[in-house]
T-cell receptor
Framework: AQKVTQAQTEISVVEKEDVTLDCVYE???????LFWYKQPPSGELVFLIRRNSFDEQNEISGRYSWNFQKSTSSFNFTITASQVVDSAVYFCALSGATGANSKLTFGKGITLSVRP | GAGVSQSPRYKVAKRGQDVALRCDPI?????LFWYQQALGQGPEFLTYFQNEAQLDKSGLPSDRFFAERPEGSVSTLKIQRTQQEDSAVYLCASSPRLDNYGYTFGSGTRLTVV
């Protein structure tokens, strides 16, 4: 069975602070994918990143960066110089490779509040 | 359209009523998923279609829940005899491939059972 744990439930920071959202996963699959989604108050799920299990390179996209560590089964997400528009719920998710196994298992989400 | 379209956007049902929620995936997308998101929780998998075949329905919470995708495009999630615990946002997602590349979510249907 697959499992995603987001131990932090709520984080509050002041604008321009850096913030890291933690994600720990469990799976027996050797091929799997990890995701991060943003869910603003409007409710839609906004895709941020998809990373396969064979690619442990860290990724940076503007103010966002992701740290994938297979040894600790973690896929953490850092927002640098946070902004008020970053306020949202952030979900980490895990899936298997193909077909029905490609369904997503989500964590419970982290509510990020960025104060001006 | 360019994205996954779900209708209605909001639905209020009296307890015991049957409801039908519609999902229009992106044209040509092979894979289609339904998820249920209760308030304050992450989405949870309900069922999966590959074209018109329902290959996984392990997440459907009871036999009151039924989904179909008869022509491999539009999908309908039906809930019979709705209960208060069915209140949630129902999300549909589709993907052009079998490996969830290009996975796209719709905006969801918020169901409130009163």
């Amino acid at each position: 069975a697959q499992k995603v744990t987001q131990a932090q439930t709520e984080i509050s920071v002041v604008e321009k602070e850096d913030v890291t959202l933690d994600c720990v996963y469990e799976t027996r699959d050797t091929t799997y994918y990890l995701f991060w989604y943003k869910q603003p108050p409007s409710g839609e799920l906004v895709f941020l990143i998809r990373r396969n299990s064979f690619d442990e390179q860290n990724e940076i996209s503007g103010r966002y960066s992701w740290n994938f560590q297979k040894s600790t089964s973690s896929f953490n997400f850092t927002i640098t110089a946070s902004q008020v528009v970053d306020s949202a719920v952030y979900f980490c998710a895990l899936s298997g490779a193909t077909g029905a196994n490609s369904k997503l298992t989500f964590g419970k989400g982290i509510t990020l509040s960025v104060r001006p | 359209g360019a994205g996954v379209s779900q209708s209605p956007r909001y639905k209020v049902a009296k307890r015991g009523q049957d409801v039908a929620l519609r999902c229009d995936p992106i044209s040509g997308h092979v894979s289609l998923f339904w998820y249920q998101q209760a308030l304050g929780q992450g989405p949870e998998f309900l069922t999966y279609f590959q074209n018109e075949a329902q290959l996984d329905k392990s997440g459907l919470p009871s036999d009151r829940f039924f989904a179909e995708r008869p022509e491999g495009s539009v999908s309908t999630l039906k809930i019979q005899r709705t209960q208060q615990e069915d209140s949630a946002v129902y999300l549909c997602a589709s993907s052009p491939r079998l490996d969830n590349y290009g996975y796209t979510f719709g905006s969801g249907t918020r169901l409130t059972v009163v």
